[in-house]
């Protein structure tokens, strides 16, 4: 599959485990278009008498939930309603969590930090990078010095692990120190729509099972709502002949 703009892998993979089939690699390299890609999901899934419309299930077990969790007005949640508007920014990331609680077994996407923010998170790699950098120059220092091996090794060895821990703790605090700026909703949650795909995606099994799957339309929605993320594109804007390149 051709994708020059997102993660081919990533991509195969997620339409893999949600629609529960397999795509060869010589089957991807044929796809170009989107509408290939739905063409060939569709001839890989079961062919129940009746589709089950889970779509429509999911988007009153969302309504349900704004409802008893925020008080939303219910005349305010249709299916292209922003989820911004319904959600607000003060004290989301309490809001987000408790709105993920209500959706399980659906798994939600956890809420972004600002797009300013995103090339420091994490900044360690340099930092750990640095360190082994340090180490490794302190261990030919010790071997040029005729140390045993030993030492040397032994340093390189404690170096390395230092690198590890001086890693893992700073990513910790970074994430911890900055877990009150992540506010932005996440790509593929931004409307009640989008959000009804999400939660379908993350319960695979209820898009298709061994005896019954989505519609067709509800199986390009869901496919959309994976592309769109691997191409950071909204999904609603996906056409069946927008190329994958």
């Known amino acids: 599959m051709p994708v020059l703009d997102g993660d081919p892998l990533k991509m195969v993979m997620n339409i893999e485990e949600t629609f529960h089939i397999t795509i060869p690699d010589n089957d991807a390299e044929q796809i170009f278009t989107v ?18 419309c889970v779509s429509s299930a999911t988007f009153y077990r969302l309504r349900r939930a704004l409802q008893e969790l925020f008080a939303v007005p219910r005349e305010r949640i249709r299916p292209a309603a922003r989820l911004e508007d319904l959600i607000p920014r003060e004290g989301r990331p309490e809001r987000w969590q408790r709105f993920a609680e209500a959706m399980r077994p659906a798994r939600l996407p956890y809420l972004k930090r600002p797009r300013w923010m995103e090339p420091w998170l994490p900044p360690c790699g340099l930092l750990a990078l640095f360190t082994m950098m340090l180490t490794l120059a302190c261990a030919a220092l010790a071997h040029s010095l005729g140390y045993p091996g030993g030492v040397v090794f032994a340093l390189a060895f ?19 120190f900055t877990a009150r700026y992540a506010l932005d909703l996440p ?59």
């Open 187 to 245: 790509s593929g949650c931004l409307t009640i729509r989008e959000m009804v795909y999400t939660v379908l995606q993350s319960e695979s099994g209820r898009i298709v099972s061994a005896t019954a799957r989505a519609s067709d339309v509800e199986v390009w929605n869901v496919l959309c709502s994976i592309v769109g993320r691997c191409l950071e594109v909204p999904p609603e804007t996906l056409t069946p002949d927008r190329r994958l390149s």
């Open 35 to 52: 509408g290939q890609l739905y063409a060939y999901v569709l001839a890989k899934l079961p062919q129940p008498p009746c589709p089950s």
């Open 158 to 176: 404690l170096g390395t692990l230092l690198c590890i821990f001086v890693d893992l703790v700073v990513n910790v605090a970074i994430y911890r």
